[in-house]
């Protein structure tokens, strides 16, 4: 991969007789051999001889036995190298069919890739509208450059600048403190990538293991401020301010379906050949939080990505990819990939390979509804339909009873002209007065 990504078949056997030298120029098969001569020329010489040659009959099988073990490690270590080195051949046969490859990505849905085992089916499993990949890994990784480097891949606009803010020097670089949401493609909701704070060294082992649990059983939110209780005053002071002038709002909280995890293959290559203390509190801050429980589904493993291999050679690359894959118990070719800081075909297909490694397993580990709950919910909706229906109908009869009950108006009308034609009579009839038989009393 990267400028040096071609290698002739002469430089392979080259890189494999300088990375895996044999013991020496004498096999294993003719120092047996002349221990079995040493052996029948002590033999005649009597009783210490006979127990000299004892002594040296179990040593040469122990001997021998010990070249054996190494020799076949030797041949795995070689293996394995090969297979790395044909790895990178492979990339670079997929590179020709990378439209198809990156259209697979660009159409994913999350389940598009679920494996309907046990009998289950996309509806028995609680899928979210966005399957969310969280990116860890010690302080100058390379998460947030990882993070520009997919996005470019799947961007029509190649001048587009950077999406996630990324540290020119990790020792004075602020880093990242809010975790970041990064759509992938920006104008889609089925992939999101979270850009997270780095991994403190395993003096700090607790506080990585507090930050990676509370991730991955609480979920995440963009813009949310990670603080550690390791952090100093100043810096605290300073993260309060920048997150009143950031003035995030309330986000949604996402549940992380799986793990990218970065390191730095230029550091690792410094802890393969060197034993200071602070090569050494690198690869074991590597191997203590990628062992991590809480980073693991079941028997999943993250996957890994090491970057800055652009500056390494060809084979300082598969050394620590060989490495990698030793250190962490992963097979280095299938779940380990080197995406360097370049633009080739090569490192694109490095990077859709691992979106499509990652997507699968988090596909694959949604988790199943809860039979029980789900059946309660169902049970409830129900209720509360019946519950609903009954109401309208009684509400329906009160009105239908009430209407019936009730004189219609026209007839209320007639009725109250007619009571009040009535009474108006009563009031206008009097009784009639006989002036003629009263004129007696004038």
Not at 75 to 102: H, N, P, V
Not at 246 to 271: D, E, H, W
Not at 326 to 338: A, N
Not at 362 to 383: C, E, G, T, W, Y
Request: with cysteine; charged share 25%; aromatic share 8%.
């Amino acid at each position: 991969m990267g400028g040096d990504s071609t290698l002739s078949h002469d430089e392979e056997d080259y890189c494999l007789e300088e990375n895996f030298p044999l013991l020496s120029s004498q096999s294993p098969s003719a120092l047996r051999d002349n221990l079995d001569l040493q052996h029948e020329d002590n033999r005649a010489d009597g009783e210490n001889g006979l127990i000299f040659s004892e002594i040296l009959e179990e040593s040469t099988q122990l001997s021998s036995k010990s070249n054996v073990d190494f020799e076949v490690n030797e041949r795995k270590r070689s293996s394995i190298y090969q297979e790395i080195l044909q790895s990178y051949d492979e990339l670079e046969i997929r590179s020709e069919d990378l439209k198809e490859a990156k259209e697979n990505i660009l159409s994913y849905k999350p389940g598009a890739w679920i494996e309907k085992v046990g009998g289950l089916k996309l509806r028995d499993y609680d899928v979210p509208k966005t399957t969310c990949l969280l990116l860890v890994g010690p302080s100058g990784s390379g998460k947030s450059s990882l993070i520009n480097r997919i996005s470019k891949v799947f961007e029509n606009d190649k001048f587009a600048p950077a999406r996630a803010q990324e540290s020119y020097n990790s020792l004075t670089g602020d880093g990242t403190y809010f975790l970041q949401e990064y759509m992938i493609p920006r104008d889609s909701n089925s992939i999101c990538l979270y850009d997270t704070r780095s991994l403190a060294d395993t003096s700090h082992q607790n506080e990585n293991i507090k930050m990676l649990k509370s991730w991955m059983t609480k979920g995440v939110h963009h813009g949310e401020l990670v603080v550690r209780k390791t952090d100093n005053q100043k810096l605290r002071k300073s993260l309060k301010g920048k997150a009143h002038k950031k003035g995030y709002f309330s986000s949604m909280t996402r549940k992380v379906n799986f793990v990218i995890y970065v390191v730095n293959g230029l550091l690792v290559l410094k802890a393969m050949e060197n034993t200071s203390a602070l090569e050494t509190q690198y690869i074991e801050t590597i191997v203590s939080t990628f062992n991590c429980p809480f980073l693991s589904f079941k028997d999943d493993k993250p996957v890994l990505v090491f970057t800055h291999g652009d500056l390494l050679s060809f084979s300082d690359r598969a050394r620590v990819h060989a490495h990698l894959g030793k250190l962490l118990g992963i097979p280095p070719t299938k779940q380990i990939f080197d995406i360097p800081d370049c633009d080739c075909p090569v490192t694109e297909s490095a990077i859709i390979g691992m979106l499509r490694y990652s997507l699968e397993h988090a596909d694959r580990n949604f988790p199943q509804k809860n039979k029980v709950m789900d059946k309660v919910h169902k049970i409830s909706l129900s209720l509360c339909m019946i519950l609903l229906i009954l109401g309208i109908g009684v509400a329906i009869g009160m009105t239908q009873n009430k209407f019936i009950h009730q004189p219609h108006a026209p007839q209320q009308q007639a009725r109250g002209r007619k009571v009040h034609a009535t009474s108006s009579k009563v009031k206008i009839k009097q009784p009639k007065i006989e002036w003629h038989k009263i004129r007696h009393i004038w």
